[in-house]
């Protein structure tokens, strides 16, 4: 099983998209928007990227399944976070859906070396960053291609708790209760790997 690797398209062009992606050796783009368009980058719209990035030798699959755009729930266990997208991600988490299309991903890392691409360039405003944390979560470990010569290890996110291959994002007070009750012992995940410069 390979590091997964995430990207944010952002507004490059696809020439240094493509670049990117060849300098941290990508087989195939793992495409986690809910919807996959650009009205002002449309060299990222799935009509278009699949076919640039075949020319270049890389694959292309949409994972709709690990989209954003979800919504919180009232009785949300995920409070630490204060953004609403954030936390309705979280909630969306605890779902089977969520597990399934994680799932997939993870078979995806036995033939190829994936970049989790989405929209935004910083990987903590967008999603893929909690992905990441539920990747850690199954002994998956995850890097941020920054450029063309740097990635950064992601770490979990530090209010996230995990049990088992569960992460959530409790509020301070909900963690404080849970602190005050005996709890088994959690496994300990790795925090940090070497980043390839």
């Known amino acids: 099983m390979q590091t997964v690797l995430t990207i944010g398209h952002s507004t490059r062009s696809i020439e240094e998209f493509i670049s990117l992606l060849q300098a941290h050796q990508v087989t195939r783009v793992a495409d ?3 919807v996959p368009r650009s009205r002002h980058n449309p060299q990222f719209n799935k009509t278009s990227l699949p076919k640039s990035l075949k020319k270049a030798g890389i694959e292309y699959v949409h994972l709709p399944g690990l989209g954003g755009l979800r919504h919180g729930l009232p009785d949300s266990v995920n409070m630490g976070w204060r953004n609403a997208s954030f936390r309705g991600y979280a909630d969306y988490m605890q779902t089977p859906d969520f597990e ?3 799932q997939v991903l993870i078979d995806l890392t036995e033939a190829d070396r994936i970049a989790l691409m989405c ?3 910083l990987p903590w405003r967008c999603h893929r960053s909690l992905i990441a944390d539920a990747l850690l979560a199954h002994g998956v470990l995850s890097e941020h291609i920054m450029s063309l010569t740097r ?8 209010f996230a708790k995990v049990n ?3 992460v959530t994002y409790p ?6 209760q849970v602190q005050r009750q005996p709890a088994e012992t959690p496994t300990p995940l790795p925090q940090k790997t070497r ?3």
């Not at 509020?171 to 404080?176: K, L």
């Open 32 to 34: 986690v928007r809910t």
């Open 100 to 102: 399934m299309s994680l």
């Open 119 to 121: 929209a935004e360039a």
């Open 151 to 158: 990635r950064e290890v992601h770490t979990l996110t530090p």
């Open 164 to 166: 088992g291959t569960k």
């Open 171 to 176: 509020s301070e007070d909900a963690q404080t």
């Open 195 to 197: 980043s390839l410069n």
